[in-house]
């Protein structure tokens, strides 16, 4: 019989380590066995006795033993690796940190309909009536019209002499012959190091982002901001360097050092235009929307900045929480005749055939252009169904496709919208069933179109998919397992919608990026 040994621990650090071993047999039997036995000197060091297992009988195919196993003394001349098995090692990511998002959360503004503070510290007063509108990062985004002059106040908030972080998504829907196209200030007078202001500095043709302390050091980036897309940028500044950063779509555009740090220990916040800048700059007025704008008192590093944009959602299925959003966004997740199991980590939601699990108000899926990414450890009973179907009703219809699921001959497939229907990509060949575990992936950006990672290899791609048209409109439901009433209404090539999934899932995750080779690693290896 074929043996497949899964590896828990491959970190030691005494000759005597207690490691568990689970041995696992092609009828799916399960036995504590011990370790293996160092051949006498003067043999090769990579070849080991194995003592004969005998398998119990009445053995249940669907339990294992862990046994904790004392390892004897390693002989001189033999490496730690000569006994373990080595896992990949993975390259540098920004995955699976420890950060905590909330930490030093001065304000954050949903734009759901409301100018309320998250912390209920700082809510905003509006002037001139500005709108809120669906077509946003989630849920509802905040609209503001320039030729209105529309913009929000809020009380002062202490920056003062302080390191901050101040993130937003935006959607210019257009530039007037303005300057500066503001995003929040606080300027109490216009003097050097007392004027703290972030915005859009058109410069010809083109527009980049502008983080200005009134002084002569202040920083213009080198992305080019274009109307009509969504963007996140970050803002930070670090009293102790006097550091000045911006980011752009979680990475780095540009940086420079300030004179000293804020000096403003008055005045208000301003959003979507900053008046004491008229003066020098002129009318400032923001023209399109913002979403989940944020302020901390506190340098956020580059690895958090980069999830706080990319990490759309994941949920882990555990116990205690199970359906809830462990992301920076804190979804909403309900299911429908789900129960729970063992996992491939932790707990899994467990599908029947008719069952599903939704999650709504999912970013990055639905907007246009906009890179994306969705992982998760599946455990299926057949290889049939949706996996992840994508749409802007709560039952599967309106815009619709499911994106992950099973073409009619069993094989994984993945897709996406092009302009009519889905275009799509195949496994090359069948994934185990249950008991065993498979990681599936999906990918899409403009640089490499569309590709399935399967157990952290690439399978299929499809280079030349380097438009994404998506008629989609928030909110945007991604229901896990089932297509609902979209079978035979929503947009279908390649995954059977007709029948729902059976089996497992873990770890369901969504990105707004294309995740790395070494992301993927990292994710599959954890």
């Known amino acids: 019989e074929h043996i497949k040994c899964r590896e828990i621990i491959n970190k030691t650090t ?4 207690i490691i568990a071993v689970q041995i696992e047999t092609l009828l799916h039997k399960s036995i504590p066995i011990p370790i293996p036995i160092p051949i006498p000197n003067n043999t090769n060091t990579h070849q080991y006795q194995y ?8 053995t249940n195919t669907h339990q294992y033993q862990y046994l904790p196993i004392p390892i004897p003394p390693i002989p001189n001349g033999i490496g730690i690796d000569s006994i373990a098995t080595t896992v990949q090692t993975c390259g540098a990511t920004c995955l699976n940190q420890t950060w905590i998002q909330s930490t030093n959360l001065l304000a954050k503004w949903h734009f759901d309909g409301d100018f309320v503070d998250q912390t209920n510290a700082y809510n905003l007063t509006a002037t001139n009536s500005p709108s809120f509108t669906s077509t946003s990062y989630r849920n509802q985004a905040l609209s503001l019209n320039s030729a209105s002059s529309q913009y929000l106040t809020a009380p002062y908030i202490p920056l003062y002499m302080s390191s901050f972080t101040i ?6 829907t257009g530039y007037s012959t303005a300057l500066d196209h503001s995003i929040i200030g606080l300027c109490p007078v216009a003097a050097a190091q007392n004027c703290l202001f972030f915005t859009i500095r058109t410069n010809g043709s083109r527009h980049y982002f502008y983080f200005g302390f009134y002084s002569s050091n202040d920083i213009l980036g080198t992305v ?3 109307a009509n897309g969504w963007v996140h940028v970050a803002f930070v500044f670090d009293q102790n360097t006097l550091v000045q950063s911006i980011y752009v779509n979680g990475y780095l555009d540009t940086s420079g050092t300030a004179l000293t740090p804020l000096l403003s220990s008055s005045g208000n916040v301003e959003i979507g235009c900053v ?10 007025y923001f023209e399109g929307y913002m979403d989940e704008l944020s302020i901390s008192n506190r340098v956020k590093s580059s690895c958090e900045i980069l999830e706080d944009f990319s990490f759309g959602a994941q949920f882990k299925f555990d116990s205690g929480s199970p359906l809830a959003d462990s992301g920076p966004n804190s979804l909403v997740g309900t299911g429908s005749s789900t129960s729970f199991n063992s996992g491939h980590s932790g707990e899994s939601i467990s599908f029947n055939g008719s ?7 999912v970013p990055c899926v639905a907007m246009i252009s906009q890179a994306f990414s969705l992982a998760l450890w ?13 749409s802007t009703d709560p039952l599967g219809r309106g815009s619709c496709a499911s994106f992950l699921g099973f073409y009619t001959d069993g094989r994984l497939a993945a897709q996406i919208l092009n302009g009519g229907p889905p275009k799509f990509v195949l496994a090359p060949s069948l994934i185990d069933l249950s008991p065993n575990w498979t990681h599936v992936v999906q990918t899409w950006s403009g640089a490499n ?9 690439l399978v299929a791609s499809n280079n030349s998919l380097s438009s994404y048209r998506t008629p989609f409109a928030s909110p945007v439901y991604v229901t896990l397992a089932n297509s609902l009433t979209g079978s035979g209404y929503c947009y279908n090539a390649a995954i059977d919608m007709a029948d729902a999934f059976n089996g497992d899932i873990d770890d369901f995750r969504v990105y707004c990026r294309e995740l790395s080779v070494s992301d993927i690693c990292t994710i599959y290896n954890s």
């Open 355 to 361: 069952a599903y699990f939704q999650i709504s108000s």
């Open 275 to 284: 008046q004491n800048i008229v003066s020098a700059y002129g009318s400032n």
């Open 449 to 457: 179109g569309l590709r399935l990672y399967v157990n952290n290899v």
């Open 224 to 226: 080019n901001v274009k």
């Open 167 to 172: 993130e937003t998504w935006l959607y210019p």
């Open 51 to 58: 003592p004969p297992i005998p398998i119990p009988t009445n």
């Open 14 to 17: 005494h000759k005597n380590e």
């Open 378 to 390: 599946i455990q299926p009973n057949s290889r049939v169904g949706t996996l992840a179907h994508v």
